[in-house]
Each structure stands twice: as C-alpha cells, then as structure tokens.
C-alpha cells in the first residue's frame, strides 16, 4: 500500500479528532512558511487563498502535504502530517475528510 493510502485510511480510521491541530501549526510554521513566503514573494498564507490552488480535496490535501514533507527532507512522522493536515484543513480548506 502507497504511504499516501495508508495515511488516507489512518485518517479515516482515527478521525482528525486524534490529529493536533495546534501541533500541525506549530509544525507547518517552523517547516513551510519560509518557503512558501519565497514561493508567494510576501505573504506565505496566500499559498493556501489564491485562485489557482492546486489543493481541491482532503486526499490531495494529504498527499500536497506528503509531498513537501518527502522532497523537503522534513522529518515527520505519519501522525505529524496528519496534524499538519489537520491545521490546514481546519484553518484554510474546509474539506470533508470522509469524501
């Protein structure tokens, strides 16, 4: 099974009410801000606000997150996507994890 498959399942399996918000954006603005700051060339929030967004759905939410985490070399473990996951989710996107 593909990691970001495995991750799906463990979220749908755990919920994100086992997922800390609060510890995903403590992570997310340790680990991503600075680049995503480069990225926008001001505010890193935009990232998640502008038009154009690449994330549509919760599955390409964890898997965009998955994605920095793998090619950033950022050390997180599953539970500390999932948190990261968590915090975007409830700060930014609003998705329906079950969908």
Same mark, same amino acid.
């Given at each position: 099974?593909? &990691?970001?498959? @495995?991750? +799906? +399942? +463990?979220? /749908?399996?755990?919920? @994100? ?9 403590? +992570? !997310? ?6 680049? !995503? $700051?480069? $990225? ?7 990232? *998640? ?11 390409? /939410?964890? &898997? ?7 090619? /950033?070399?950022?050390?997180? !473990? ?11 989710? /409830?700060? *930014? *996107? !609003? ?5």
């Amino acid at each position: 099974m593909s &990691k970001l498959a @495995t991750l +799906l +399942l +463990l979220s /749908l399996m755990l919920g @994100t009410a086992q997922a800390d918000a609060k510890r995903g954006k403590s +992570l !997310h603005d340790n680990n991503c801000m600075s680049c !995503h $700051i480069g $990225i926008m060339g001001g505010l890193g929030d935009d990232m *998640y606000l502008r038009d154009n967004r690449r994330v549509d759905s919760y599955p390409r /939410l964890v &898997k965009q997150v998955n994605r920095c985490n793998d090619n /950033l070399d950022v050390p997180w !473990h599953d539970a500390e996507v999932m948190d990261v996951v968590e915090y975007l989710n /409830l700060q *930014y *996107y !609003h998705f329906d994890e079950a969908l």
